[in-house]
């Protein structure tokens, strides 16, 4: 197979790089994957109509060449298995404990899972999913995430939110900038999205005081040590995915 050289996403090195899942492929993507291109994506009007759309496809599930092997196999060690298990634990409920059509949401009581790790592997997946210049900026978290003991973590400036998903959804909008009406002022929204079915994630950048309907902040998890187990007891809204459409109405022309 062809070498692929480019930047880490997460060491910032130029090496060759290794195809990193997202999400990890025992966490709902092992089938084949269809991409949608970026130009795709943002043909809104397409979506609104729901025709189709242009796919590119996958055979090894989604994801791209975006991480150095030691990355991906250190990421892989300390954070995907804790991921898988507690996306799997969510799949679970929600397709055998609960009605879809009525649940709105679902408790989680769990004193079993190892929060941090899942916290760096989302946060992991967010720097997967951008353009390697892009994650170079991010060189905080990207030093959280490469060392799996780091407990400091800037949780006025990033705020993690979650959300379940309704459908089968694979999907992530990269970092945006959104030029946004706020009672009658304009400012800059920086979020970034991630659809990963069956849970949502959301990113923000210097976040404002207001949290996002429907969602839970998790940021806190971020203090919390690579070995600690923590008795979480949250409640998660299961909603429609979060897309541009979600601000849209906000946009400034
Ligand atoms: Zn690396």
Known sequence: MKERRGICHLCGKYTELTFEHVPPKSANNKERA???TGKEIFDTKKLSTGKSLRYINRQQGAGNYTLCRECNNNTGD????????????IGYILTNEIDM???????LDSDKLYFQRIIKQILCMFLSTIQPEYAMQFKD?????????????????????????????????GVMALLIKDNGKAV????????????????????PDKEMDDTTNITKFTTLKYE??????????????????NFTKKFIK
């Open 34 to 36: 269809r991409l949608l």
């Open 78 to 89: 300390w954070y995907a298995k804790e991921y898988i298990k507690f996306a799997n634990e």
């Open 101 to 107: 059509k009525k649940a709105k949401g679902i408790g």
């Open 141 to 173: 978290i990207r030093e959280y995430v490469l060392n799996k003991d780091e407990i400091k973590f800037d949780t006025n400036k990033y705020r993690i939110s979650m959300y379940l998903l309704k459908k089968y959804e694979i999907s992530h909008s």
């Open 188 to 207: 800059i929204r920086k979020v970034a999205i991630m659809n990963l079915y069956p849970i949502g994630f959301i990113l923000e950048i210097n976040p």
């Open 228 to 245: 600690e187990l923590q008795k979480v007891v949250m409640k998660f809204s299961i909603t429609e995915k979060y897309s541009l459409h």
